[in-house]
């Protein structure tokens, strides 16, 4: 999906206002229980996409052990500042700054990607997935929690920046969503929770928890 590069600047600044503003707040910033769901064992590499505070980074680093690490990506300046603050003294975690249509991490780098309510916050979800499957090793999974929208947004809602940094005014059908992640060549998807749909800004929209792979044979 293109974005016009007006309005993705300006989801940016609004979406980088909107969390610089919570990263000093006790808010939950979650739509799901990804972490949880992905289950990562001692030894494993972690990798948490829109890490926010660091709270899932902190959480996955005692889950996989001093044999294992956490990272985790961030856009944010002021969420990242919160995590490190939040991780010091864990010395299986750290945290980056990076964009999640191009993180600054090496390929076939992690076990085990988690995401909560944040690739929804992306013009291109193509370019996150197809990143989430460079950074797997093969075999790797996944599991995000995202929001989707019952039917396509109107376009009043789709240039509000604002409605973006809200998290709903880049949120795509399901079926559109899934396809992404598919087409970024991950399989074995399971959609393993999906809640009842609700309003916000005038548009109708759920939470869904979807688990998947890199495959362990690749095709070119």
Same mark, same amino acid.
């Given at each position: 999906?293109?974005?016009?590069?007006?309005?993705?600047?300006?989801? *940016? #600044? %609004?979406?980088?206002?909107?969390?610089?503003?919570? /990263? &000093? +707040?006790?808010?939950?910033? !979650?739509?799901?229980?990804?972490?949880?769901?992905?289950?990562?064992?001692?030894?494993?590499?972690?990798?948490?996409?829109?890490?926010?505070?660091?709270?899932?980074? *902190? #959480? %996955?680093?005692?889950?996989?052990?001093?044999?294992? /690490? &956490? +990272?985790?990506?961030?856009? !944010?300046?002021?969420?990242?500042?919160?995590?490190?603050?939040?991780?010091?003294?864990?010395?299986?975690?750290?945290?980056?700054?990076?964009?999640?249509?191009?993180? *600054?991490?090496?390929?076939?780098?992690?076990?085990?990607?988690? /995401?909560?309510?944040?690739?929804?916050?992306?013009?291109?979800?193509?370019?996150?997935?197809?990143?989430?499957?460079?950074?797997?090793?093969?075999?790797?999974?996944?599991?995000?929690?995202?929001?989707?929208?019952?039917?396509?947004?109107?376009?009043?809602?789709?240039?509000?920046?604002?409605?973006?940094?809200?998290?709903?005014?880049?949120?795509?059908?399901?079926?559109?969503?899934?396809?992404?992640?598919?087409?970024?060549?991950?399989?074995?998807?399971?959609?393993?929770?999906?809640?009842?749909?609700?309003?916000?800004?005038?548009?109708?929209?759920?939470?869904?928890?979807?688990?998947?792979?890199?495959?362990?044979?690749?095709?070119?």
């Amino acid at each position: 999906m293109s974005t016009d590069p007006k309005l993705a600047d300006g989801i *940016a #600044r %609004a979406t980088a206002t909107r969390y610089g503003a919570l /990263s &000093a +707040t006790k808010d939950s910033l !979650s739509c799901g229980r990804a972490l949880d769901v992905a289950a990562p064992c001692p030894g494993e590499y972690v990798v948490d996409l829109g890490c926010g505070r660091g709270g899932d980074v *902190a #959480r %996955a680093a005692l889950l996989v052990g001093p044999l294992g /690490s &956490a +990272t985790g990506v961030d856009g !944010s300046e002021r969420m990242l500042a919160a995590a490190t603050e939040a991780l010091a003294g864990v010395p299986n975690a750290r945290v980056v700054r990076s964009d999640l249509s191009a993180v *600054a991490l090496p390929d076939r780098c992690a076990d085990v990607v988690v /995401s909560n309510c944040a690739i929804n916050h992306a013009p291109d979800k193509g370019a996150v997935y197809r990143e989430v499957h460079r950074l797997l090793r093969p075999g790797g999974r996944f599991a995000v929690s995202d929001v989707v929208s019952e039917e396509p947004l109107p376009d009043s809602v789709r240039n509000d920046p604002e409605a973006w940094a809200a998290c709903y005014g880049g949120s795509i059908p399901e079926a559109d969503y899934l396809a992404a992640i598919s087409g970024a060549g991950l399989a074995d998807l399971e959609l393993v929770r999906r809640t009842e749909p609700y309003e916000k800004g005038g548009v109708r929209i759920r939470s869904i928890t979807v688990t998947g792979r890199r495959p362990v044979e690749e095709h070119p």
